[in-house]
Structures are given as structure tokens and as C-alpha cells.
């Protein structure tokens, strides 16, 4: 079992999205994966994100890779984990 793979909920850490949930949607690369909220759900616009920048958890969503909105959504409604991602995360900034 992967930690970073496609259909795993994760937590963004940085930027203006902070606290919220997010589907890994597709893996770009070693660094980088493109993530959804959706938008409707979480406020997670469709972007690509630095691994660095998520904290994954322990629930995934059993979509394919480069699912649409739509299908996040619909399979997010189908396993009851709309609330689940609504929630938002209180993130501690590390100080350095």
C-alpha cells in the first residue's frame, strides 16, 4: 500500500487551501500530483500540489486515475464521505 497514490484523501498544508481536504487524483511525478477537492465539496480547486505540501490520510476513495470532478464527487457521495471533507484542519506551521 502506497502512501501517495490515486484516490488517497490528504490535507494541504500551505498556501490558501490550508486545512483543507483533497483527492489525489493523478501523479505527475516523483514530486508533484494533481489533486481536486472538488471545488463544491472541500474548496479544493483541480491543481497541481507538491507532495511536500499534503499529509495524507488513512482514507482513500476508490476513483481512477485522472478522474473528473463529477466522478470524485459522486464516489465521495457513494462512500458517505462528504463530511468527512468538508471538515476543516486546524494545521500547525513548524517553527524553524
Known amino acids: 500500500m502506497a502512501i501517495i497514490e490515486v484516490g488517497r484523501i490528504c490535507v494541504k498544508l500551505s498556501g490558501r487551501e490550508a486545512g483543507s481536504k483533497c483527492v489525489i487524483v493523478d ?3 516523483n514530486n508533484f500530483v494533481l489533486v481536486t477537492g472538488p471545488k463544491s ?3 479544493v ?4 500540489v507538491n ?4 499529509e495524507p490520510t488513512d482514507k482513500t476513495v476508490e476513483i481512477g486515475k485522472g478522474a473528473s ?3 470524485v464527487e459522486a464516489k465521495l ?3 458517505g464521505l ?3 471533507m468538508k471538515e476543516k484542519v486546524k494545521v ?3 517553527v524553524i
Open 27 to 29: 501523479i505527475i511525478d
Open 41 to 43: 465539496i472541500s474548496g
Open 45 to 48: 480547486k483541480r491543481r497541481r
Open 51 to 54: 507532495i511536500s505540501h499534503l
Open 69 to 71: 470532478d463529477q466522478e
Open 77 to 79: 457521495k457513494e462512500q
Open 82 to 84: 462528504v463530511d468527512f
Open 92 to 94: 500547525k506551521i513548524p
